[in-house]
């Protein structure tokens, strides 16, 4: 049974600082493509990085210079750290893995991330 399971969401101020953790089971973690998505209230999902199995990260425009995302394939856990963060920043937070055979993603149920002061 696959599960990925997210941790880290919460409220924080104008320019402070997250850690998103995603925990994985099920997958052979460190074949797969890992990464963010996010969805604010009534808009819809945005992509916000992912990181391939040879550990290249690539980042949305939105979030480029604030966000960084890493894998630890020993402990099957993709990490987004967000800093500088800004009330648009504010959303459910997905995380997501890809099949490398398939292109199938598997999905968490989401972790919320509240930017205000």
């Known amino acids: 049974q696959v599960q990925l399971v997210e941790s880290g969401g919460g409220l924080v101020q104008p320019g402070g600082s997250l850690r998103l953790s995603c925990a994985t089971s099920?997958?052979?973690?460190?074949?797969?493509?890992v990464g963010w998505y996010r969805q604010a209230p009534g808009k819809q999902r945005d992509w916000v990085a992912m990181?391939?199995?040879?550990?290249?990260?690539v980042y949305g425009d939105s979030v480029k210079g604030r966000f960084t995302i890493a894998r630890d394939n020993a402990k099957e856990i993709v990490y987004l750290q967000m800093n500088s963060l800004k009330p648009e920043d504010t959303a459910v937070y997905y995380c997501?893995?890809?099949?490398?055979?398939?292109?199938?993603?598997?999905w968490g149920q989401g972790t919320q991330v509240t930017v205000s002061s």
């Open positions: 997501y893995a890809r099949s490398p055979v398939s292109q199938y993603d598997y």
């Open positions: 990181v391939t199995a040879s550990g290249v990260a």
């Open positions: 099920g997958i052979n973690f460190s074949i797969y493509t």
